[in-house]
């Protein structure tokens, strides 16, 4: 099982449309969860931090499920400059300390 | 407040070649990261500065290497470039050496070997 994983996609969902993804991870003792958000050709920006409770920013939800491994995020009334691709990062505080990107769910809104 | 700059912003070298790409962090960040995200692959980790030491690298091979200077700028290096090591290389920097900090990413060096 990779150590991340993600639908690369991509969604097309017309805009206004409430849609999710999910991104597995297989250390159960990662620590801290991010999306980021990817435009083409650009750098990654961070859209959210996980928490353990569910947090939510305006249109966007972002939860973790411990039990099954897996982060999700949510977003309500999409809008056109929500396309974009999104990358889900998870930060494993073992010996490695690693930090790993997953490949990115590309989402196009439609008009 | 100015964000991560990285330069430059793209560069051409052919096999063999070596090749050095600079970072500056936000001010008041003491990490950097380098990663590099090549077609298809995804953000891959390379390496992590803290306080000027290495905290961690990723599976690359020795001829990718660093360093980060008393001000908190990073090198990276690579030598004897191979074709596969056209991507994009980006830097990222965070407050301290806890990886749960958020990171701030630069614009990327979009490096191409011939």
């Known amino acids: 099982r990779k150590e991340v994983e993600q639908d690369p996609g991509p969604f097309n969902v017309p805009e206004g449309a409430t849609v999710a993804f999910n991104c597995t991870y297989s250390?159960?003792?990662?620590?801290?969860f991010f999306w980021y958000r990817q435009d083409c050709r650009k750098e990654p920006k961070l859209l959210m931090s996980?928490?353990?409770s569910g947090n939510e920013d305006g249109r966007f939800t972002a939860q973790l499920n411990r039990a099954s491994q897996y982060i999700s995020l949510l977003i309500r009334d999409s809008k056109l400059s929500d396309s974009a691709t999104y990358l889900c990062v998870v930060n494993n505080l073992n010996r490695d300390d690693k930090i790993i990107f997953g490949k990115g769910t590309r989402l196009h809104i439609l008009p | 407040e100015a964000g991560v700059t990285q330069s430059p912003t793209h560069l051409i070298k052919t096999r063999g070649q070596q090749v050095t790409l600079r970072c500056s962090p936000i001010?008041?960040?003491?990490?950097v990261y380098w990663y590099q995200q090549a077609l298809g692959l995804g953000l891959q980790f390379l390496l992590w500065?803290?306080?000027?030491?290495?905290?961690n690298r990723g599976n690359f091979p020795p001829r990718f290497s660093g360093r980060q200077f008393p001000n908190y700028s990073s090198e990276l290096n690579v030598n004897a470039l191979e074709l596969e090591d056209s991507a994009l290389y980006l830097c990222?920097?965070?407050?301290?050496?806890?990886?749960?900090?958020?990171?701030?990413f630069g614009p990327g060096t979009r490096l191409t070997v011939l």
């Open positions: 500065y803290d306080e000027g030491e290495e905290r």
């Open positions: 990222a920097s965070s407050l301290g050496q806890i990886t749960t900090d958020t990171q701030y």
């Open positions: 996980v928490y353990s």
């Open positions: 001010s008041g960040h003491t990490s």
């Open positions: 250390n159960s003792a990662s620590q801290s």
